[in-house]
């Protein structure tokens, strides 16, 4: 009998903290497609917002994806091989660096952009580009990618696959990209997907680097709630919905595999 | 895998042809859409130039901020403030000279005579109201009314440290309760009561929430207010306080060094030339050039004894005591 | 193996090129103009020490730091075991929309909050129904908070959850049969077995508050934590050396408690 009041008593909580998570994210979809949120929802719904918010704002959105799939490239083309170093590492230098590449997360993100505009802010084409944005994205997607990667490869017994690669004669480079690669595939895409989203929804970097060019989406998001009708910065909100909850789904999947893989 | 890195290849092609693609645009630093219709007014330079100019919504004193901060290496080309930042970014060294095309007929006390800045329109402050978003209350007729605990959690003004419009309210509240430029202690006394009227503080437009109701009460120009009122019909009213106002004029430079040089020069030319004058009045500003305003806009203005509360100030003192007051109501306003 | 990690270690060399490139070189040049001075006001981090404005803003962003961190180690902590210990339909439905803020970046929180709290919110027309006036506070400290609150909460419960899942049962089902209460158990067998890792979340959850723009931005007029006023000083003066000794001092504080976090973690042991 307590057992049961005390699961129901966690479930309503639980379910209270979910309800606070929720509601917020309904009230704005919602909002994003009702004629006058301010009359409520008896004004009538519609996808006009929508289209004006596409007609404003598509090149934010085109910008974000490009941005999170070059991110994602360069993170991977420089941490894969890092991850694989830390693994074999393994010594003082090795955790040293770990702890170099956590800071650009674990310090304020402000600091790290102005650091950047202060540093190279002078040099006009760079500052002016996307690449300005997305060196920032890489700093601070990094530790994301190279964390899972280095818990699968620590998982897989290279060593063991290796030593066997190069008894039969595979140079170091030729090992890493027919042993070590393949078979850290999920940790990667996990890795990936994960910076991928991260990404996408970076403000605090973003905000000092970008220029009106150089508008992202959360930087618009930004511009419309700051200056924009309520029901706009809703439509604006759902689009951006639309574009990361399917990655977080994936996330989550991919997440599932991994650790059921783990128990095996 | 190999259609993967394909894709891959062609999103960095394409990366890199939008950094070739700025030729045909110039970035203006605060020309928010829904600021004197300076959405209209984009969409009509890049049909009649052909230069795009993305929308941007710094204020006055975050543009000339990040002038001053990228003075090394300009990112914008133009920019649209207030007149008393113009005096400054002149005296800060970030923009240059340049006349254009209409130059001769802007009035001599509206232009710098090297034309590092000119004016292009001006607007009469006042109070915007939101007359459904009032909840059945009375529309406030005068600056003490917004002290009044009935609006408790009404009243928005924008940030008088950065915003111009901002500024100019803290100017005209102090003339109207009998102080000058040289001594602002009516303003910051006003300020101090109306903290404790819960305020709302934006730094950037807010004409989206007054028109919502988010924010009901928005010490605002006239153009912005008659733009509510008549394009986006939404219930708004606005009043010239019974104590006073003042008028002042929005002005545009030319940046120092501007990467797009040519296109900023053919945005500033457009803006005074008489398809851009007349693109201000038919959004209730008054136009700088000597022009004579369409008769159904000038119906709709409130009447000319209303008008003639709103005085003018000596934009060179203002522009002098900025920086002071500024200060003052950052350690004082709480 | 050997020769394997000497090779290894040039695998670092893209990684560590762009990390001393893009982020210990500007943070060396921004801790140098921390100590520039601009009209004779004394160096950057002058101005920032001897201020009561800057410090009491630090203070500020400190204590609602600490204090979202331990409200969301509660809230989460309690949500994250009662989801990893009990099944039921729906469950994992339920996980899913509870971590999904976990992306949302700031502005999108603060803008939740103000469709909550603000002047049309949800609590206002809630208030105006049960009370006769709208409950706002959306635009004061107290919005923020809930707005740290909301992507804190999703963090801990998915570290919770992971790491309930490696607590040994045979712990608790051994205390029970001594007679332990409920709540002794929770106390004394479940809650030093999550701490490492309501630890090392905790440290995430505070640094991420301390350096969180873009909510306060959002909501921010009146609130004034230091992030905030880090781009005040920088767009509004272009005072670069205030901005970047405010940053540094910032950046060291939430570093420093982290740094003290895990050193508290190691010292204390893994109790299992």
Redesign the interface.
Known sequence: M?RSS??VL??L???L??A??????L??LL?GLTRN??VGVSSGLTFDWIVQVWQ?YSPTVWLSL?LA??CA?CVC???V??A???V??NNR??RA?EE??V??????????A????????????F????LFIL?GH??FT?PFL?RPVMAVMQRQHL?VL?EAAASLGAG?IKR?FSVVVPNCRAGILAGVLMVV??S?????LT??LH???T?TL?VG???S?????????SAY?LI?LLM??P???AL?AISARLSRGERR | MRALSKTLAALALCGMASLAQAADSAICYNCPPDWADWGTQLKAIAASTGVQVPLDNKNSGQSLAQLVAEKAAPVADVVYYGVTFGLQAQKAGVVEGYKPKAWDQIPAGLKDPAGHWFAIHSGTLGIMVNVDALGGLPVPQSWADLLKPQYKGMVGYLDPSSAFVGYVSAVAINRAMGGDLDNFAPAIDYFQKLAKNAPIVPKQTAYARVLSGELPILVDYDFNAYRARYKDNANVAFVIPQEGSISVPYVMSLVANAPHRANGEKVLDFVLSDEGQALWAKAYLRPVRPMKMPAEVAAQFLPDSDYARAGVVDYEKMAAVQEAFAARYLNEVK | MATSAKHASWALAPAFAVLLAFWLLPLAHLIVLGTESRDSHGSGYWQVLSSAQYLGSLGQTLVLAVVVTLVALLIGGISGVFLARQHFFGRSALVALLTFPLAFPGVVVGFLVILLAGRQGLLASLGLQLAGERWIFAYSLAGLFVGYLYFSIPRVILTVMAACESLDRSLEEAAHSLGAGHWRVVCDVIVPGLAPALASCGAICFATSMGAFGTAFTLGTRLNVTPVAIYNVFTNYANFAVAAALSVVLGAVTWSVLLLTRRLVKNSGTVL
């Not at chain 1, 606070?20 to 994210?25: G, I, K």
């Not at chain 1, 709630?225 to 910065?233: D, K, V, W």
Request: a neutral charge; glycine letters at 4%; one cysteine or more.
């Open positions: 307590k005390l699961f966690q479930l909580f639980t379910l903290v979910c606070f998570m929720l509601v917020p994210v009230m704005s909002a949120f301010f404003a490009q799939v070059a490239v083309v420089i941490g091989p890092a694989y170093a830390l074999r590492m230098f090795s660096f170099l590449m800071l650009p997360v674990a310090m304020p993100g402000l600091a790290s102005l650091a950047l505009l202060l540093t190279y802010g002078q040099f006009g084409t500052r002016s580009s996307w060196v890489v700093l990094l190279v060593p290796e170091p890493f989203t991260l996408l929804g970076e403000f605090n905000w000092m220029t009106p060019m508008k959360p998001l930004a511009d709630y700051a200056s924009a009708r309520l029901e706009i910065a909100t951006f990361i909850v990655l977080l789904i989550q």
